[in-house]
């Protein structure tokens, strides 16, 4: 089975804080997301990566930023965290292009 | 640009009962769609999928659904609902980009049921 893991499953900061969201999968996939979940929004894509250190804006990049220096780790990095950036956040990976495999989610509270 | 609309925001049924999730979509070409389901406080999990093929896909717990091209639909069925069914769920269209697999979801369903 397919695992992917996230780093925290709560997390509290503070404004301005720079806070690192860290995503591992473990099946060798090459396409990794990060995406943002909001009552009423449904999930929308911050970033993805589809190879190592190959990155590309989704449809909210505002804010973020990404890393990915191995195959099998995609970070989310906010440079200075704001209140509008509580949320839930999911991490999901996928080898070629078909079925999305997704983490256990991280719920962000910036205070 | 391709979007997939939920109408029903929250649902309820009582257990036994059937059940089925709307789900219409907008894209130029042929759809990857997908249906997931989010327990509370959990990641999301794979219902099922279409790519191509027979227009009506069987999923895990019991789920299906059916692909209508002249309705832009992907709407989720189940037969008779269990307890266990309670949970948000997720439709989602795929289109290929770069190298991967983008995915729009539609906003969800939250799916209540009655004992």
């Known amino acids: 089975d397919v695992k992917v893991t996230q780093s925290s499953r709560y997390l509290v900061k503070r404004t301005g804080e720079k806070v690192f969201l860290e995503c591992v999968q473990d099946?060798?996939?090459?396409?990794m997301f990060w995406y943002r979940q909001d009552p009423g929004l449904g999930l929308r894509l911050i970033y993805f990566?589809?190879?190592?250190?190959?990155?590309e804006k989704g449809d909210i990049p505002e804010g973020y930023s990404v890393s990915r220096e191995k195959k099998e780790r995609f970070s989310l990095i906010l440079e200075s965290a704001s209140t509008n950036q509580t949320s839930m956040y999911l991490c999901?990976?996928?080898?070629?292009?078909?079925?999305?495999?997704f983490g256990p989610g991280t719920r962000l509270l910036v205070l | 640009a391709q979007s997939v609309t939920q109408p029903d925001i929250h649902i309820t049924v009582s257990e036994g009962a059937s059940l089925e999730l709307r789900c219409n979509y907008s894209?130029?070409?042929?759809?990857?769609l997908f249906w997931y389901v989010q327990s509370p406080g959990q990641g999301l999990q794979l219902l099922l999928k279409?790519?191509?093929?027979?227009?009506l896909v069987q999923g895990i717990k019991g789920f299906e659904a059916e692909f209508k091209r002249s309705q832009s639909s992907f709407n989720l069925r189940k037969p008779s609902v269990h307890w266990s069914d309670a949970a948000e769920y997720f439709c989602?269209?795929?289109?290929?980009?770069?190298?991967?697999?983008?995915?729009?979801f539609g906003t969800g369903t939250q799916l209540k049921v009655e004992l």
């Open positions: 999901a990976s996928t080898l070629g292009g078909e079925t999305q495999y």
């Open positions: 099946m060798d996939h090459e396409n």
């Open positions: 990566s589809y190879d190592v250190k190959m990155k």
């Open positions: 894209y130029g070409a042929t759809p990857y």
């Open positions: 279409y790519f191509s093929g027979d227009t």
């Open positions: 989602a269209v795929g289109h290929l980009t770069g190298g991967g697999n983008k995915l729009t």
